[in-house]
């Protein structure tokens, strides 16, 4: 790699050819303030507050547009870019309403902390400040079926309109009107409809864009716990994380409040799509499954699970008891490979080693319109481990671009060949596809037992003779293999509702009930176990992977905005932004820190 | 011995006069009683009585409305992360009018009666002075569940004539 050597405030620092100087400054952890750059998108030099001071050029320089030379000296804290630094700062916060204590992104706003910062102590602006409620125009308003816009928020870095763009591939944003009318807007007023609009929230520097979603929901400092999980509900597996609001300790529970994109250049850049970001009400929702149930008569009711357990291991019996192979799985692909190792041994146990033909995996595909151009594509198939499924030998046919064939499991129930059907669905409602001819099928007494592991309460498990809570994505450890055949964890954000187990656990139990060996004692255990069967793949290293834990911000900044959390991460370690303290000062003597306000009007 | 020291005590009493020492600080003492009596008083009959309380004093938190009659609170949520007991939680909410003026407010606003040490920060904190620290001392209650105060039990009575915009229209 070809590197370059420049001096930046008298540090000798090295990078790699082609990197602007505010990437080099971020890269030896020198801060630098910025609105308009953003690491997943071009680079305008908008935004102007970036400015540093380099030797042998007349005038001070965006650091985002400059491209490091080779012996370049570089001054970010010289007094002349701390002064006009502070100008630019001024000016961004003329007609900025100040509205912090109603808006969502106070406390995590990277407009309030660089002026905490690097602004000046007063604004010497005494005119009223621009508004945009005038004739057919309206400062606040709606910005397509997911977002909000406020106009009078906007410091005009047009991030979002690089992102639509560049990564959405369909340029809904631009820029009307000119000079101080300049206002970010679409066409005839219709908003933002695509895929993608969650992100303009993350890259939102202020809190112009923010989601109908997180409106008025938390603040920053009520989310103290963040965890580095995983999407599952397509076959994308993008790396997330869920966000955790607290309560005081009389008003007790945490609640998932947001789910936002994180950083990972394989898979999904710094982005996510609304359909991650947005479904997520179904973990903490009212039909979440909480309690085991049994059939008595014609109506479920809750039991505990050791009353659970002896029916629903003497019916597995009775049914299995002719025939095994009567005895039918439906496993949803959402179930994880902790799940489907375990299910794989149980099967194998009771029915031999043809016992996978028992099992049959579901999922569903719909189509995701997005343009053509879009960087950023979300896949068809909406479950996440389906190459999980495969890699474990289940039959799920090649490659995840095909549907699963449901069409033999249903002739034979409806043909009363099966006996038993077993399904396991941790999934979101409607994961399994069309299933509705279970239960007419149940009903109708052409099957004989239902069994329903599950974490939501719909049709099928309505019609079902057990009814066992498992755990979603949020609420266990587990690993999922993605399309690419990336091996992934997904960490426990939350605790399970109720009395429900983790699903590996519930079929381990199962197994054990039916008297196979199970020697695992948590998901840990499983996954040492399937690492060590299958050495030589993506799954060898499967107990090394790393499950994150809520981590409580060391300070509240620490919880910030994810596209810009590596920014605090990495290049504001110990910098609060509290006024009176810089490090842009740190030992300059106080006379020169001053940045006194020209007064207006009066002339020298 | 102990009858002869008895003898001796009583004995020597009544040579001074025992009488006399009982009835001398009895009148003293009524003599004061009466004197008091035509002052004037200085208690006053609580319950029914209360004495003003100083001007700074910090009592029972109330909610302010603005001169339309609409709460002032936008749940910015300040007083709840400046409260150094923990005893403020609140839940913000989208507003149609009918509430306040702009586009937020509290839908729960619960103050934690034990918790709340009666400092004043949310006061300080609050950035649109919704929340004051009122004059109400009398805190007791006969139930735990009372402990909680929700915005039914801060909020102030709206001012006469006060007619909110929305509420006017329909």
């Not at chain 1, 952890?29 to 908008?46: A, E, L, M, R």
């Not at chain 1, 944003?173 to 969650?198: K, M, N, P, Q």
């Not at chain 1, 008891?321 to 005895?327: E, H, L, N």
């Amino acid at each position: 790699m070809e590197t370059v050597t420049l001096t930046i405030d008298g540090r000798q620092v090295t990078v790699a050819k082609g990197r602007t100087l505010l990437q080099a400054a971020i890269e030896a952890g020198i801060s630098v303030p910025y609105y308009c750059y953003h690491p997943g998108i071009s680079i305008d030099g908008s935004c102007r507050v970036c400015i540093v001071k380099i030797e042998k050029m007349p005038k001070l320089q965006t650091s985002c547009s400059t491209v490091c030379a080779d012996g370049m000296v570089v001054h970010t804290r010289d007094a002349e870019v701390i002064a006009a630094r502070a100008g630019v700062f001024e000016f961004l916060l003329v007609n900025h309403p100040l509205d912090c204590p109603v808006c969502d992104k106070g406390g995590e706003c990277p407009l309030q902390d660089f002026s905490y910062t690097f602004g000046p102590a007063e604004s010497r602006m005494d005119f009223p400040r621009r508004v945009f409620d005038g004739e057919g125009v309206k400062g606040d308003v709606d910005f397509g079926p997911t977002l909000m816009l406020n106009r009078q928020r906007c410091i005009l870095c047009t991030r979002c309109v690089r992102f639509m763009k560049e990564v959405e591939g369909d340029a809904q944003i631009g820029i009307v009107d000119r000079g101080y009318g300049s206002e970010i807007a679409t066409f005839e007023e219709r908003g933002v409809h695509s895929l993608l609009s969650g992100n303009l929230m993350d890259i939102c520097p202020v809190g112009a864009i923010l989601t109908r979603d997180y409106r008025f929901k938390s603040r920053p400092w009520d989310n103290p716990g963040v965890v580095d999980t995983m999407c599952t509900l397509c076959s994308k597996g993008c790396s997330t994380s869920a966000w955790l609001k607290a309560r005081p300790e009389w008003a007790k529970g945490t609640q998932l409040i947001r789910m936002t994109p994180r950083f990972n250049p394989e898979v999904n850049n710094y982005w996510m799509c609304d359909i991650g970001r947005f479904t997520y009400h179904w973990v903490e929702g009212d039909t979440r499954l909480r309690r085991p149930m049994v059939r008595r008569g014609s109506a479920l009711e809750p039991a505990a699970w050791h009353d659970v357990e002896p029916p629903l291991r003497g019916r597995l019996q009775e049914a299995g008891s002719t025939d095994p192979s009567s005895v039918r799985f439906l496993v949803s692909a959402h179930a994880s490979t902790e799940e489907l190792f375990v299910l794989k041994q149980l099967v194998r146990g009771l029915l031999g080693s043809d016992g996978l033909s028992a099992v049959t995996i579901a999922w569903t595909r719909s189509n995701k319109p997005q343009s053509a151009a879009a960087k950023f594509k979300v896949p068809a198939t909406d479950a996440p481990n389906v190459n999980g499924a495969r890699d474990l030998g289940y039959r799920v046919g090649p490659g995840t671009d095909g549907l699963p064939d449901l069409l033999p499991l249903r002739d034979a129930v409806e043909a009363g060949r099966v006996k038993a059907v077993y399904v396991l669905d941790p999934g979101p409602d409607g994961s399994l596809g069309d299933v509705s001819w279970l239960g007419p099928a149940r009903r109708s007494g052409a099957l004989g037992l239902l069994v329903v592991q599950g974490v939501v309460m719909n049709e099928l498990a309505a019609a079902a003779d057990f009814v066992l809570p498992g755990a979603t994505y949020v609420e266990k450890d587990a690993i999922y293999t993605n399309d690419q055949g990336r091996v992934q964890a997904a960490s426990r954000a939350i605790g399970l509702p109720g009395e429900a187990r983790e699903d590996w656990d519930i079929l381990a139990s199962l197994a054990r009930s039916l008297g196979l060996a199970m020697p695992y004692e948590s998901s840990h255990d499983v996954r040492r176990a399937l690492a060590a069967s299958m050495p030589g793949t993506a799954y060898a290293q499967a107990d090394t992977l790393v499950f994150t834990r809520p981590v409580p911000a060391r300070n509240w900044l620490q919880a910030s905005n994810p596209s810009e959390r590596w920014k605090w991460d990495f290049l504001y370690q110990d910098l609060p932004p509290v006024k009176g303290y810089s490090v842009q000062t740190e030992g300059m003597p106080p006379e020169a820190v001053f940045i006194p306000l020209k007064p207006v009007g009066v002339r020298s | 011995m102990p009858v002869l020291l008895g003898v001796g005590c009583f004995g020597s009493w009544e040579s001074t006069g025992y009488h006399e020492l009982m009835i001398r600080p009895l009148l003293t003492g009524l003599a004061t009683t009466f004197r008091y009596m035509f002052k004037p008083k200085v208690t006053v009959n609580y319950p029914e009585q209360k004495v003003p309380v100083f001007p700074k004093y910090r009592g029972k938190q109330v909610l302010m409305r603005d001169e339309n009659g609409l709460e002032k609170c936008v749940a910015c949520g300040l007083c709840s992360v400046a409260c150094p007991a923990d005893a403020i939680y609140l839940e913000p909410a989208e507003n149609d009018g009918t509430v306040l003026a702009g586009p937020r407010y509290a839908k729960v606003y619960q103050i934690h009666n034990t918790r709340c040490i009666f400092c004043g920060f949310c006061e300080e904190a609050c950035p649109v002075s919704a929340i004051f620290m009122g004059k109400d001392y009398e805190l007791a209650v006969y139930s735990k569940d009372e402990f909680i105060w929700d915005k039914h039990d801060l909020l102030v009575p709206p001012p006469a004539g006060a007619t909110p915009p929305a509420l006017a229209v329909s």
